[in-house]
């Protein structure tokens, strides 16, 4: 059964799941009531960072059109570009014991394509989570339901994997950001 967490909350992941190695982080969203005459394009981007809590180069930082990182341990699935249907609109395949040891936690975030120019913010976001399931038996183990706490942002960190003690663990973060994507790229140690 899968572990609920609220916003702060850390869980561990791979000391509790003996032998757990593949994990995919599922994002998911709705879009409220919206009629802006713009499309609603959510994206989910990782950042995978070192001990100072930065990107090393432009290498990590995965999104829809650097969908591959941390020497192939970390797989974007590719773009949902409309949010509809049901269960996650994007996908990470993580490969734990794959990530290479400069790299302490794979962030994930997701962003509203063109925001600013779109006047669009999380306000008009509903049902947003992330959730981990086991990548080899589909079983789902965390789940993190990002509530409705946000208004103006066009950001959110909402969680990461970090590396404590050889062993994995998961922390609900759910931070909001105006800014958009920008202001993340900047923050994680990359020029925008």
């Known amino acids: ?33 919206y009629d802006g005459g713009q499309d609603f394009d959510l994206d989910s981007s990782i950042f995978l960072l070192n001990a100072n809590g930065k990107c090393a180069s432009e290498k990590d930082f995965i ?25 996650d609109d994007e996908q990470v395949k993580v490969a734990l014991s794959s990530i290479p040891s400069s790299i302490e936690r794979v962030t994930f975030a997701i962003t509203i394509h063109d925001a600013e120019t779109r006047g669009q913010n ?15 038996t589909n079983e789902e183990l965390i789940r993190y339901d990002l509530g409705e706490d946000f208004s103006i942002e066009t950001a959110i960190v909402v969680g990461e ?4 003690n050889n062993e994995w663990k998961f922390n609900a973060i759910g931070s909001g950001y105006q800014g958009g994507l ?9 020029d925008s």
């Not at 829809?64 to 192939?72: H, K, M, Q, S």
């Not at 920008?182 to 990359?190: H, P």
């Open 1 to 33: 059964m899968a572990i609920n967490l609220s916003k702060g909350q850390k869980v561990d992941l791979t000391k509790s799941n003996p032998g757990l190695s593949n994990v995919i982080v599922g994002l998911g969203w709705d879009t409220n009531k």
């Open 63 to 87: 999104f829809y059109n650097n969908t591959i990182g941390a020497e192939g341990a970390v797989e974007h699935t590719g773009d949902n570009k409309t949010g509809e249907g049901e269960g």
């Open 122 to 136: 999380f306000g008009q976001v509903s049902n947003s989570y992330v959730r981990i399931v086991n990548g080899d």
């Open 161 to 164: 994997l970090y590396r404590h």
């Open 182 to 190: 920008a202001s993340l790229v900047r923050d994680f140690g990359l």
